[in-house]
């Protein structure tokens, strides 16, 4: 990254001296209408030949972007792929596992009787019955309907049962259901729960079957050889219809995809980490415990990206994009008090600026922003060296109160040309027209090629 003292105006220790490639300034109105101009950008790149995959809308915070830059696509016609952190505990792979876990942990907490939440979870979360069982195949299929878990968890309350006596309560209460679908209390249809094969009763016990030969208290090597299974047939057996019904830029597939991968290498972590602490005393052998870790370990190891479609154009935050190269970037919300954002403090204005002229005991006090300020510094200063063939700086001119903002003191430092407004109208209007600045780029970038070609 680059040096945190890198200053911010002109000359060889600036933001200019690190922009290779042409800078255009652009503003607008409000964020909506920055978001569309951004998108019409790349149109407009796009259409002027550029590769999509040679485009990369970049920002600080993607949260702030997102919603209004998936519009602006879907009105031109462009598909984004945005690239945010694979929240690791969201995923259904992830909760999965940590609904098999709880029902494991459920299990020997009370001495074997569970709940109906806690048995049918894992079930909710796709599970399906792992491979190498004498009664299972690839193909054999295994079908859940939601409704009819819901309607088992209406209908059992508070009961509970230990996890091989289950699948008779499931035939007890379908027993007492008469072939219209509907009980003697008049449960219409939808709260019906099915009992002839493959019904969930059948299910129920297979899945019963299953989670009776895990291990009562698990060793470490036992997490590896229960979990890892699962994982693989999941991706065998759910992930092609999880494809099948994903859009055209499979962001879902990949990120249950990546999750899957994740969880297979988190296996092993977990797997290593409680043998650790069982040798060292720290926690008991027990489900519990795994289940401790299992939620630390998933919540501060940082997960990875989603992948990318050749056929979409990047939105990745400027935290991602050290030791790129990116030809054309788009740098978005460039705007003071975004970014750069300003660090937090629990000191009201009044008492940091009287703690910034203190010498006596009250200077320990005094907030230390030199990291965080260096920081956003760098993300754009890599935004900027990032960019190989044009950068375009863009922001909106008004909050969504309509009071104005100022510009982010990185865009002076770039010292870009500036995209006027009757051009900003053309880029945004029908003919989707490129700034000349833009247009310059593009064309700057192929006069190399043309030249060997004379050559």
């Not at 995959?53 to 984004?80: H, I, P």
């Not at 995923?91 to 494991?104: D, E, F, G, I, W």
């Not at 208290?217 to 999941?234: I, K, M, N, Q, R």
């Not at 027990?286 to 190891?301: G, K, N, R, Y």
Request: glycine share 10%; with cysteine; aromatic share 6%.
């Amino acid at each position: 990254m680059t040096d945190p003292g890198t200053s911010l105006v002109g000359g060889e220790d600036g933001l200019d001296a690190l922009a290779d490639a042409p800078v255009a300034t652009l503003v607008a109105r409000t964020r909506a209408a920055e978001a569309r101009a951004v998108v019409a950008c790349v149109d407009g790149l796009l259409s002027a030949g550029v590769s999509p995959s040679d485009v990369t809308v970049v920002v600080r915070d993607v949260d702030a972007y997102e919603a209004s830059l998936r519009r602006a696509a879907r009105r031109y016609e462009t598909t984004l792929s945005v690239w945010t952190q694979l929240r690791l505990e969201r995923t259904v792979p992830y909760r999965l596992t940590r609904a098999v876990v709880a029902l494991l942990a459920e299990r020997e907490r009370t001495g074997g009787a569970v709940g109906v939440d806690v048995l049918l979870a894992p079930l909710r979360f796709e599970w399906v019955p792992p491979a190498g069982g004498s009664d299972v195949e690839p193909s054999d299929p295994f079908l859940v309907d939601s409704a009819a878990l819901g309607a088992l968890a209406r209908r059992t309350g508070e009961t509970k049962h230990a996890v091989a006596g289950w699948p008779d309560e499931v035939r007890r209460i379908a027993d007492g259901m008469d072939m219209s679908g509907s009980d003697a209390g008049g449960t219409p249809e939808a709260d019906a729960v099915g009992s002839s094969p493959p019904g969930l009763a059948g299910a129920i016990e297979r899945y019963a079957a299953w989670i009776d030969a895990a291990p009562a208290t698990p060793g470490p090597h036992d997490l590896d050889a229960l979990l890892s299974p699962v994982f693989e047939a999941y991706r065998t057996r759910v992930m092609p219809a999880r494809r099948d019904a994903d859009d055209a830029t499979l962001t879902g597939t990949a990120r249950t995809s990546r999750a899957l991968d994740r969880m297979g290498e988190l296996t092993g972590e977990l797997a290593d980490k409680y043998g650790d602490w069982i040798s060292d005393g720290y926690a008991p052998r027990s489900w519990a415990t795994v289940a401790d870790l299992l939620d630390a370990i998933a919540t501060t190891v940082p997960g990875r990206r989603e992948y990318a479609t050749a056929r979409s154009v990047d939105v990745m935050e400027a935290n991602d994009v050290w030791g790129l190269d990116l030809p054309y970037v788009v740098a978005a919300g460039l705007v003071d008090g975004e970014w750069p954002r300003p660090p937090e403090s629990a000191f009201p204005a009044a008492l940091r600026r009287l703690l910034g002229t203190t010498d006596g005991p009250g200077a320990a006090l005094r907030p230390r922003a030199g990291w965080t300020e260096a920081g956003e510094l760098d993300q754009f200063a890599d935004t900027v060296a990032a960019a190989s063939e044009g950068l375009v700086c863009t922001r909106f001119a008004v909050d969504a109160d309509g009071i104005e903002v100022r510009p982010s003191p990185y865009v002076q430092a770039v010292d870009g040309t500036p995209v006027g407004r009757d051009a900003l109208d053309r880029l945004v209007g029908p003919d989707r027209e490129l700034p000349d600045p833009i247009a310059a780029m593009v064309d700057l970038a192929r006069t190399p090629e043309e030249d060997d070609s004379d050559a």
